[in-house]
């Protein structure tokens, strides 16, 4: 697509279930990133995949947190045993690595996931 | 450890105003500096700086880098009430060995428009 794009679009669960958040990249992009924004908090870096590998997984907040990426292309992060603090709004972006031009995140329309 | 710091917080100022929202960082490879409007949920680019000291414009906002003071700045002139959002400054890194780029966020800066 034209664009990176996220489903759901929101998201609203029991405390305790499973939850899965979809991203589609830019077709191409080879990085791709999830963040999460609580109300009123910057953006908090999640996970970065470089390919379908995960260089870095510090930003996941705990153990009930996974994500993958198959394909090179979409991905899906794993909420499992929700509470209601995993409440945020959750974006993904895409980025190509392109060192003769200029590159940005495209982010996508983020999930926004209430834990009740 | 990588950081991106900006400020201020929050900013409220009258329509007609201009701005001045900064951005510093302490990022090893950097790469660029990027800066976004976040109304909603995504945020949208407004600007990449690679090089110092060269100004980028659009409209009414301008942008700066300073890569030997390690700071940035985003100018808005002549406020208008739909500038009012949270301005958000990243700054991209290259990870070695060529495993990818990736991007630090500040927690943005909080801008409110009164008419």
């Known amino acids: 697509g034209a664009g990176v794009s996220q489903s759901p679009s929101n998201k609203v669960t029991e405390k305790g279930k499973d939850v899965e958040l979809r991203c589609d990249p830019i077709s191409g992009h080879t990085a791709l990133y999830w963040y999460r924004q609580s109300l009123g908090q910057g953006l908090e870096f999640l996970i970065y995949?470089?390919?379908?590998?995960?260089?870095?997984k510090s930003g996941l907040p705990s153990d009930r947190f996974s994500a993958e990426r198959t394909g090179g292309s979409v991905s899906t992060l794993t909420i499992q045993r929700t509470q209601q603090e995993d409440s945020a709004v959750y974006l993904c972006?895409?980025?190509?690595?392109?060192?003769?031009?200029?590159?940005?995140?495209?982010f996508g329309q983020g999930t926004r996931l209430t834990v009740v | 450890e990588d950081k991106v710091v900006q400020s201020p917080l929050s900013l409220v100022v009258h329509e007609g105003d201009t701005v001045t929202l900064n951005c510093s960082y302490e990022v090893t490879n950097f790469r660029s500096l990027l800066w976004y409007k976040q109304e909603k949920k995504a945020p949208t680019f407004l600007f990449m700086l690679t090089s110092s000291g060269i100004e980028k414009k659009s409209g009414r906002l301008s942008s700066i880098l300073d890569k030997k003071e390690l700071f940035s700045i985003l100018n808005i002139t002549a406020t208008q009430t739909g500038d009012s959002a949270i301005y958000l400054c990243a700054v991209e890194a290259i990870e070695f060995p060529n495993t990818g780029n990736q991007f630090y966020f500040g927690t943005g800066t909080s801008l409110t428009v009164i008419p």
């Open positions: 972006a895409s980025s190509l690595l392109d060192r003769r031009g200029n590159t940005e995140a495209f």
């Open positions: 995949f470089q390919g379908n590998s995960a260089p870095d």
